[in-house]
């Protein structure tokens, strides 16, 4: 019986590991920092650098 049983264990776990890479994966590829910071840069405009503004003099 003993032998049956770990046979049987065995086909599952093969059954189970093949069932798990033909579902959808769960989560999002990886995307790493830098290539989010490309991704941003071209869906936004080349005004990258926000002008400054000047400073207000509240002693008048």
Not at 27 to 46: G, H, V
Not at 47 to 52: I, R
Request: hydrophobic residues 30%.
């Amino acid at each position: 019986m003993n032998r049956q049983k770990k046979i049987k264990q065995l086909l599952k776990a093969h059954a189970k590991k093949a069932s798990a890479k033909l579902a959808p994966p769960s989560k999002n590829k990886y995307i790493s920092k830098a290539d989010r910071l490309k991704i941003d840069a071209e869906s936004t405009p080349e005004s990258s650098v926000a002008p400054e503004h000047e400073p207000v003099n509240l002693n008048n």
